[in-house]
């Protein structure tokens, strides 16, 4: 994520459970002022899925869909996990999530989750259309692709109601301000907060006192950066993994901070270059510290990790392949000439030329081996990644945090496995959060080339130490040598925790919370729209009801957005899809009772 896939929750009252499940419903009395009677005089089931930290959007939901005849149930889950397992097993009729575009291109807020077999649509969403529409506007220029966008958004929304628009957020975080420097906490749009800029106010305590963090999840999905794709791992993952490149705040793509000094794509923009610098080793943990393990974080691995992250089945539950579909082949450039024939796209210069903007020491040779690798002699490694198609927005994929560069030689020293046969109840994957969970199953085989690598995990916390061989000397070495990550269970409590003190930054501020802080003066809210959307969408597998386009539409325009902003005090914004912090379509969703009556006594002709 950043996706992110944001999910949310709701506590309410339980009063009945799922037959086959440890789920807890609630049937929703009709407001007795609204119109309830369908066309046979019958409500329609719906049940909603949703974790239990989304209370006012699910009750927003309930009441509206209450009042335009729905009986509504209620599947109420703790957490992720169990939200996931409710989902898989098809406890739901209607689920509330979200999306966050944490790479910042619209190709991200469309592919994994609305084209058939993207690896986040697991709710049987299946449109030729749809999928057309995506792969065109992957070729396309932001001048070319509104309008495609445009188009896919009304068949996703307006012909089908494959999914359901709440709104779009702001992305906001509270920062303790009498222990951290202002400017050295970023609040990007998409990108996750870099931990290596964090510095304190008094630079002493940079490695005598820890960088106090905290999440709601406490079970991390993979610190292998291509199986996680959720707020459980994503700003962890991303402070574990260098990338080829990443995404400025503004979502703008810079080879700044990362592990190349420079990038360049070739004429046709099917064919990007990229020049790696020498100062980043990967670090591994012994005896519970960090140490630079003096591997070099070189061309061989980025070969093998997007490699690995295009393949579907390079490891079991891959869930960010679909990102990385993209690219057709990677590979160590060993022939300079190519370098200085072949001119960058849009510039009349070459791609050397390129490469070597405000390099220190000039190209003088490029080497396969990363043993010949030395940057202050001129010896550099490029990379060169070729698409199936012109798709600048590879570049994009290519800042997520599942584009981190892994070991070769360590993740095929511990993924032994056949992936076809892997059972996970004796196979141990690279990245597996038991191998850095405190007790009998301690066995920490992390290889990272980020600025911090995980140390340890219990039930509290995940302690991060920094890599000692990370671009030393440079802006970009970490400033504080240990980061804690609290594992704090909601919202409340987190912002209890930042108020007393127990934390130093406090990430995605409730928005009924924001006075507390600006009226704080120890503390600072940074605040600015986001990437990411609320919605719902549909179960379409199997015989279920809601695979009816008209009994979808009835939800559909069962739904006004102007109520989550009134409830939310305006610190909404109204979104028509997943693209629509991203695109300015022009598509706007209104609620229509008329429309939603309409649609529900076409639902219930049909089944006459």
């Known amino acids: 994520m950043k996706k992110t896939v944001a999910l949310f929750l709701v506590a309410v009252l339980m009063l009945g459970v799922l037959s086959g499940c440890n789920v807890k419903t609630k049937d929703q009395a009709n407001d007795g002022n609204a119109d309830n009677s369908a066309a046979n005089g019958q409500p329609v089931d719906i049940t909603i899925l949703s974790m239990s930290s989304n209370e006012k959007d699910v009750n927003i939901v309930r009441d509206q869909l209450s009042k335009a005849g729905f009986n509504v149930k209620l599947n109420i889950q703790p957490d992720y996990g169990s939200f996931t397992g409710q989902k898989d097993a098809g406890n739901y009729d209607l689920a509330i999530s979200g999306w966050t575009t944490v790479t910042g291109n619209p190709d991200y807020a469309v592919r994994s989750i609305f084209t058939t077999g993207g690896d986040y649509n697991d709710y049987g969403l299946s449109d030729p259309d749809l999928d057309r529409l995506v792969d065109e506007a992957a070729t396309q220029t932001p001048e070319e692709y509104v309008k495609t966008y445009k188009e896919l958004e009304k068949i996703l929304v307006e012909d089908n109601a494959y999914i359901i628009p709440l709104y779009s957020n702001y992305k906001s975080q509270a920062i303790n301000q009498e222990v951290l420097k202002l400017d050295s906490v970023r609040l990007s749009k998409s990108r996750s907060l870099p931990w290596e800029e964090l510095d304190f106010i008094d630079e002493s305590k940079r490695t005598t006192e820890p960088f106090l963090f905290s999440q709601t999840m406490p079970s991390l999905t993979s610190l292998d950066p291509i199986k996680g794709n959720d707020g459980s791992i994503n700003i962890i993952n991303t402070n574990q993994y260098v990338r080829l490149v990443n995404l400025t705040d503004d979502d703008e793509v810079t080879s700044e901070g990362s592990l190349s000094y420079n990038h360049a794509i070739g004429e046709g923009n099917q064919e990007y270059y990229f020049i790696l610098r020498d100062d980043v080793r990967f670090a591994k943990v ?206 409340d409590s987190s912002l209890s925790a930042f108020r007393s003190g127990e934390v130093h930054v406090l990430y995605s501020v409730p928005e009924d919370k924001y006075s507390l802080i600006e009226n704080d003066p120890k503390f600072f809210l940074q605040k600015r729209p986001s990437n990411g959307v609320s919605y719902a969408f549909f179960n379409l597998k199997g015989s279920s009801k809601f695979s009816d386009a008209n009994l979808r539409k009835a939800v559909l325009y069962s739904i006004n957005q102007d109520e989550f902003l009134a409830v939310y005090n305006n610190l909404k914004i109204k979104a028509y899809s997943t693209v629509s912090t991203l695109v300015d379509t022009g598509n706007i969703h209104n609620a229509d009772p008329a429309k939603a009556k309409e649609f529900l006594n076409k639902y219930w002709e049909s089944q006459k």
């Open 286 to 491: 012994v005896d519970k510290k960090a140490v630079d393990s003096g591997e070099l974080v070189a061309a061989e691995d980025v070969v093998f990790s997007m490699n690995r992250a295009k393949d579907k089945d390079s490891v079991p539950d891959h869930r960010t392949y679909s990102l990385h579909s993209s690219m057709d082949k990677i590979e160590i450039v060993t022939d300079i000439e190519e370098l200085e024939t072949k001119k960058a796209s849009g510039k009349d210069i070459t791609i050397k030329e390129a490469l070597e903007k405000d390099l220190q020491n000039p190209i003088k040779e490029i080497v396969a081996d990363k043993k010949d690798v030395k940057n202050a002699d001129g010896k550099y490694q490029v990379v060169k990644v070729t698409t199936n198609k012109p798709f600048p927005q590879v570049l994009n994929y290519l800042a997520h945090q599942s584009a981190g560069i892994v070991s070769k030689a360590q993740v095929e020293a511990i993924n032994t496995y056949d992936v076809a046969t892997y059972d996970r109840n004796k196979d141990i994957a690279y990245g597996d959060q038991t191998t850095i969970t405190e007790g009998a199953t301690y066995n920490n085989t992390l290889a990272t080339s980020g600025p911090y690598i995980a140390v340890y995990k219990n039930d509290y916390e995940v302690v991060f130490e920094k890599n000692p061989g990370y671009m030393q000397g440079t802006k970009h070495e970490p400033k504080i040598s240990k980061v804690v990550v609290k594992f704090i269970k909601d919202a």
